[in-house]
């Protein structure tokens, strides 16, 4: 078992432009979580996977905002023409199916200048 | 909509020493879960413990248990025995049941506790 898994760790970019977060989630984990962490608070729900169906997604998810799991496996999160806003801390998580406990990713820190 | 609230944003123990660490919530559910998660500096965050809520008998992990207090809607966290280790942000979480739709857990801001050699 590798756990949850993420990539990149960290990512500098300029305002304006886009990102792609990847996740990969437990093997065989039917559900995947997105959730933004920024200084000092808990994290935010930003969406959820039930295989490949988005099921929700938060007030939070602006436009920029996207999120695909073509194949019920990785999910990634995508950051249209980037914010100083969206520097945060991108977080993914996975869960079996019939049971209720989130296994966290390390998260991709976002810095967008 | 439910909310978790952690009203200690930092404390501070002895290594060995016990310490006990506050949550609230608010809900309107009656089936719920309820999870203790640990973040150490740089590194990703953990599972402590879980709590559902029909189960009287409160969650024990090791060195850490909880006080769950369903009507007063309390969930604190007690680390026995504070390692050097334990120090990191601790956050409370909770979840509605599966059955209710949309399981994302919803976090407190969290307490940062430093564990003193």
């Known amino acids: 078992d590798t756990g949850v898994s993420q990539d990149p760790r960290h990512k500098i970019t300029k305002r304006g432009q886009n990102v792609t977060f990847r996740c990969d989630p437990i093997?065989?984990?039917?559900?995947l979580y997105w959730y933004r962490q920024t200084l000092g608070q808990g994290p935010e729900f930003l969406t959820y996977?039930?295989?490949?169906?988005?099921?929700?997604k938060s007030r939070l998810l602006s436009d920029r905002f996207s999120a695909e799991r073509p194949k019920g496996s990785f999910s990634t999160l995508e950051i249209q023409r980037t914010e100083q806003g969206d520097s945060a801390m991108y977080l993914c998580?996975?869960?079996?199916?019939?049971?209720?406990?989130?296994?966290f990713g390390p998260g991709t820190r976002l810095l967008v200048l | 909509a439910q909310t978790v609230t952690q009203s200690q944003p930092e404390m501070s123990v002895q290594e060995a020493e016990t310490v006990t660490l506050s949550c609230t919530y608010d809900t309107s559910e009656n089936n719920y879960y309820l999870f203790w998660y640990k973040q150490p500096p740089s590194r990703q965050m953990i599972l402590v413990i879980r709590?559902?809520?029909?189960?009287?008998q409160n969650a024990t992990e090791n060195r850490f248990s909880v006080n769950f207090q369903k009507a007063a809607k309390s969930f604190s966290l007690k680390i026995s025995d504070s390692q050097l280790g334990d120090t990191a942000m601790y956050f409370c979480a909770f979840m509605k049941p599966l059955n209710s739709g949309n399981t994302p857990l919803v976090f407190g801001k969290g307490t940062r506790l430093s564990v003193i050699a």
């Open positions: 709590q559902e809520a029909y189960k009287q």
């Open positions: 093997s065989e984990h039917n559900r």
């Open positions: 996977f039930q295989n490949e169906a988005q099921l929700e």
């Open positions: 998580a996975s869960s079996p199916g019939l049971q209720e406990t989130q296994y």
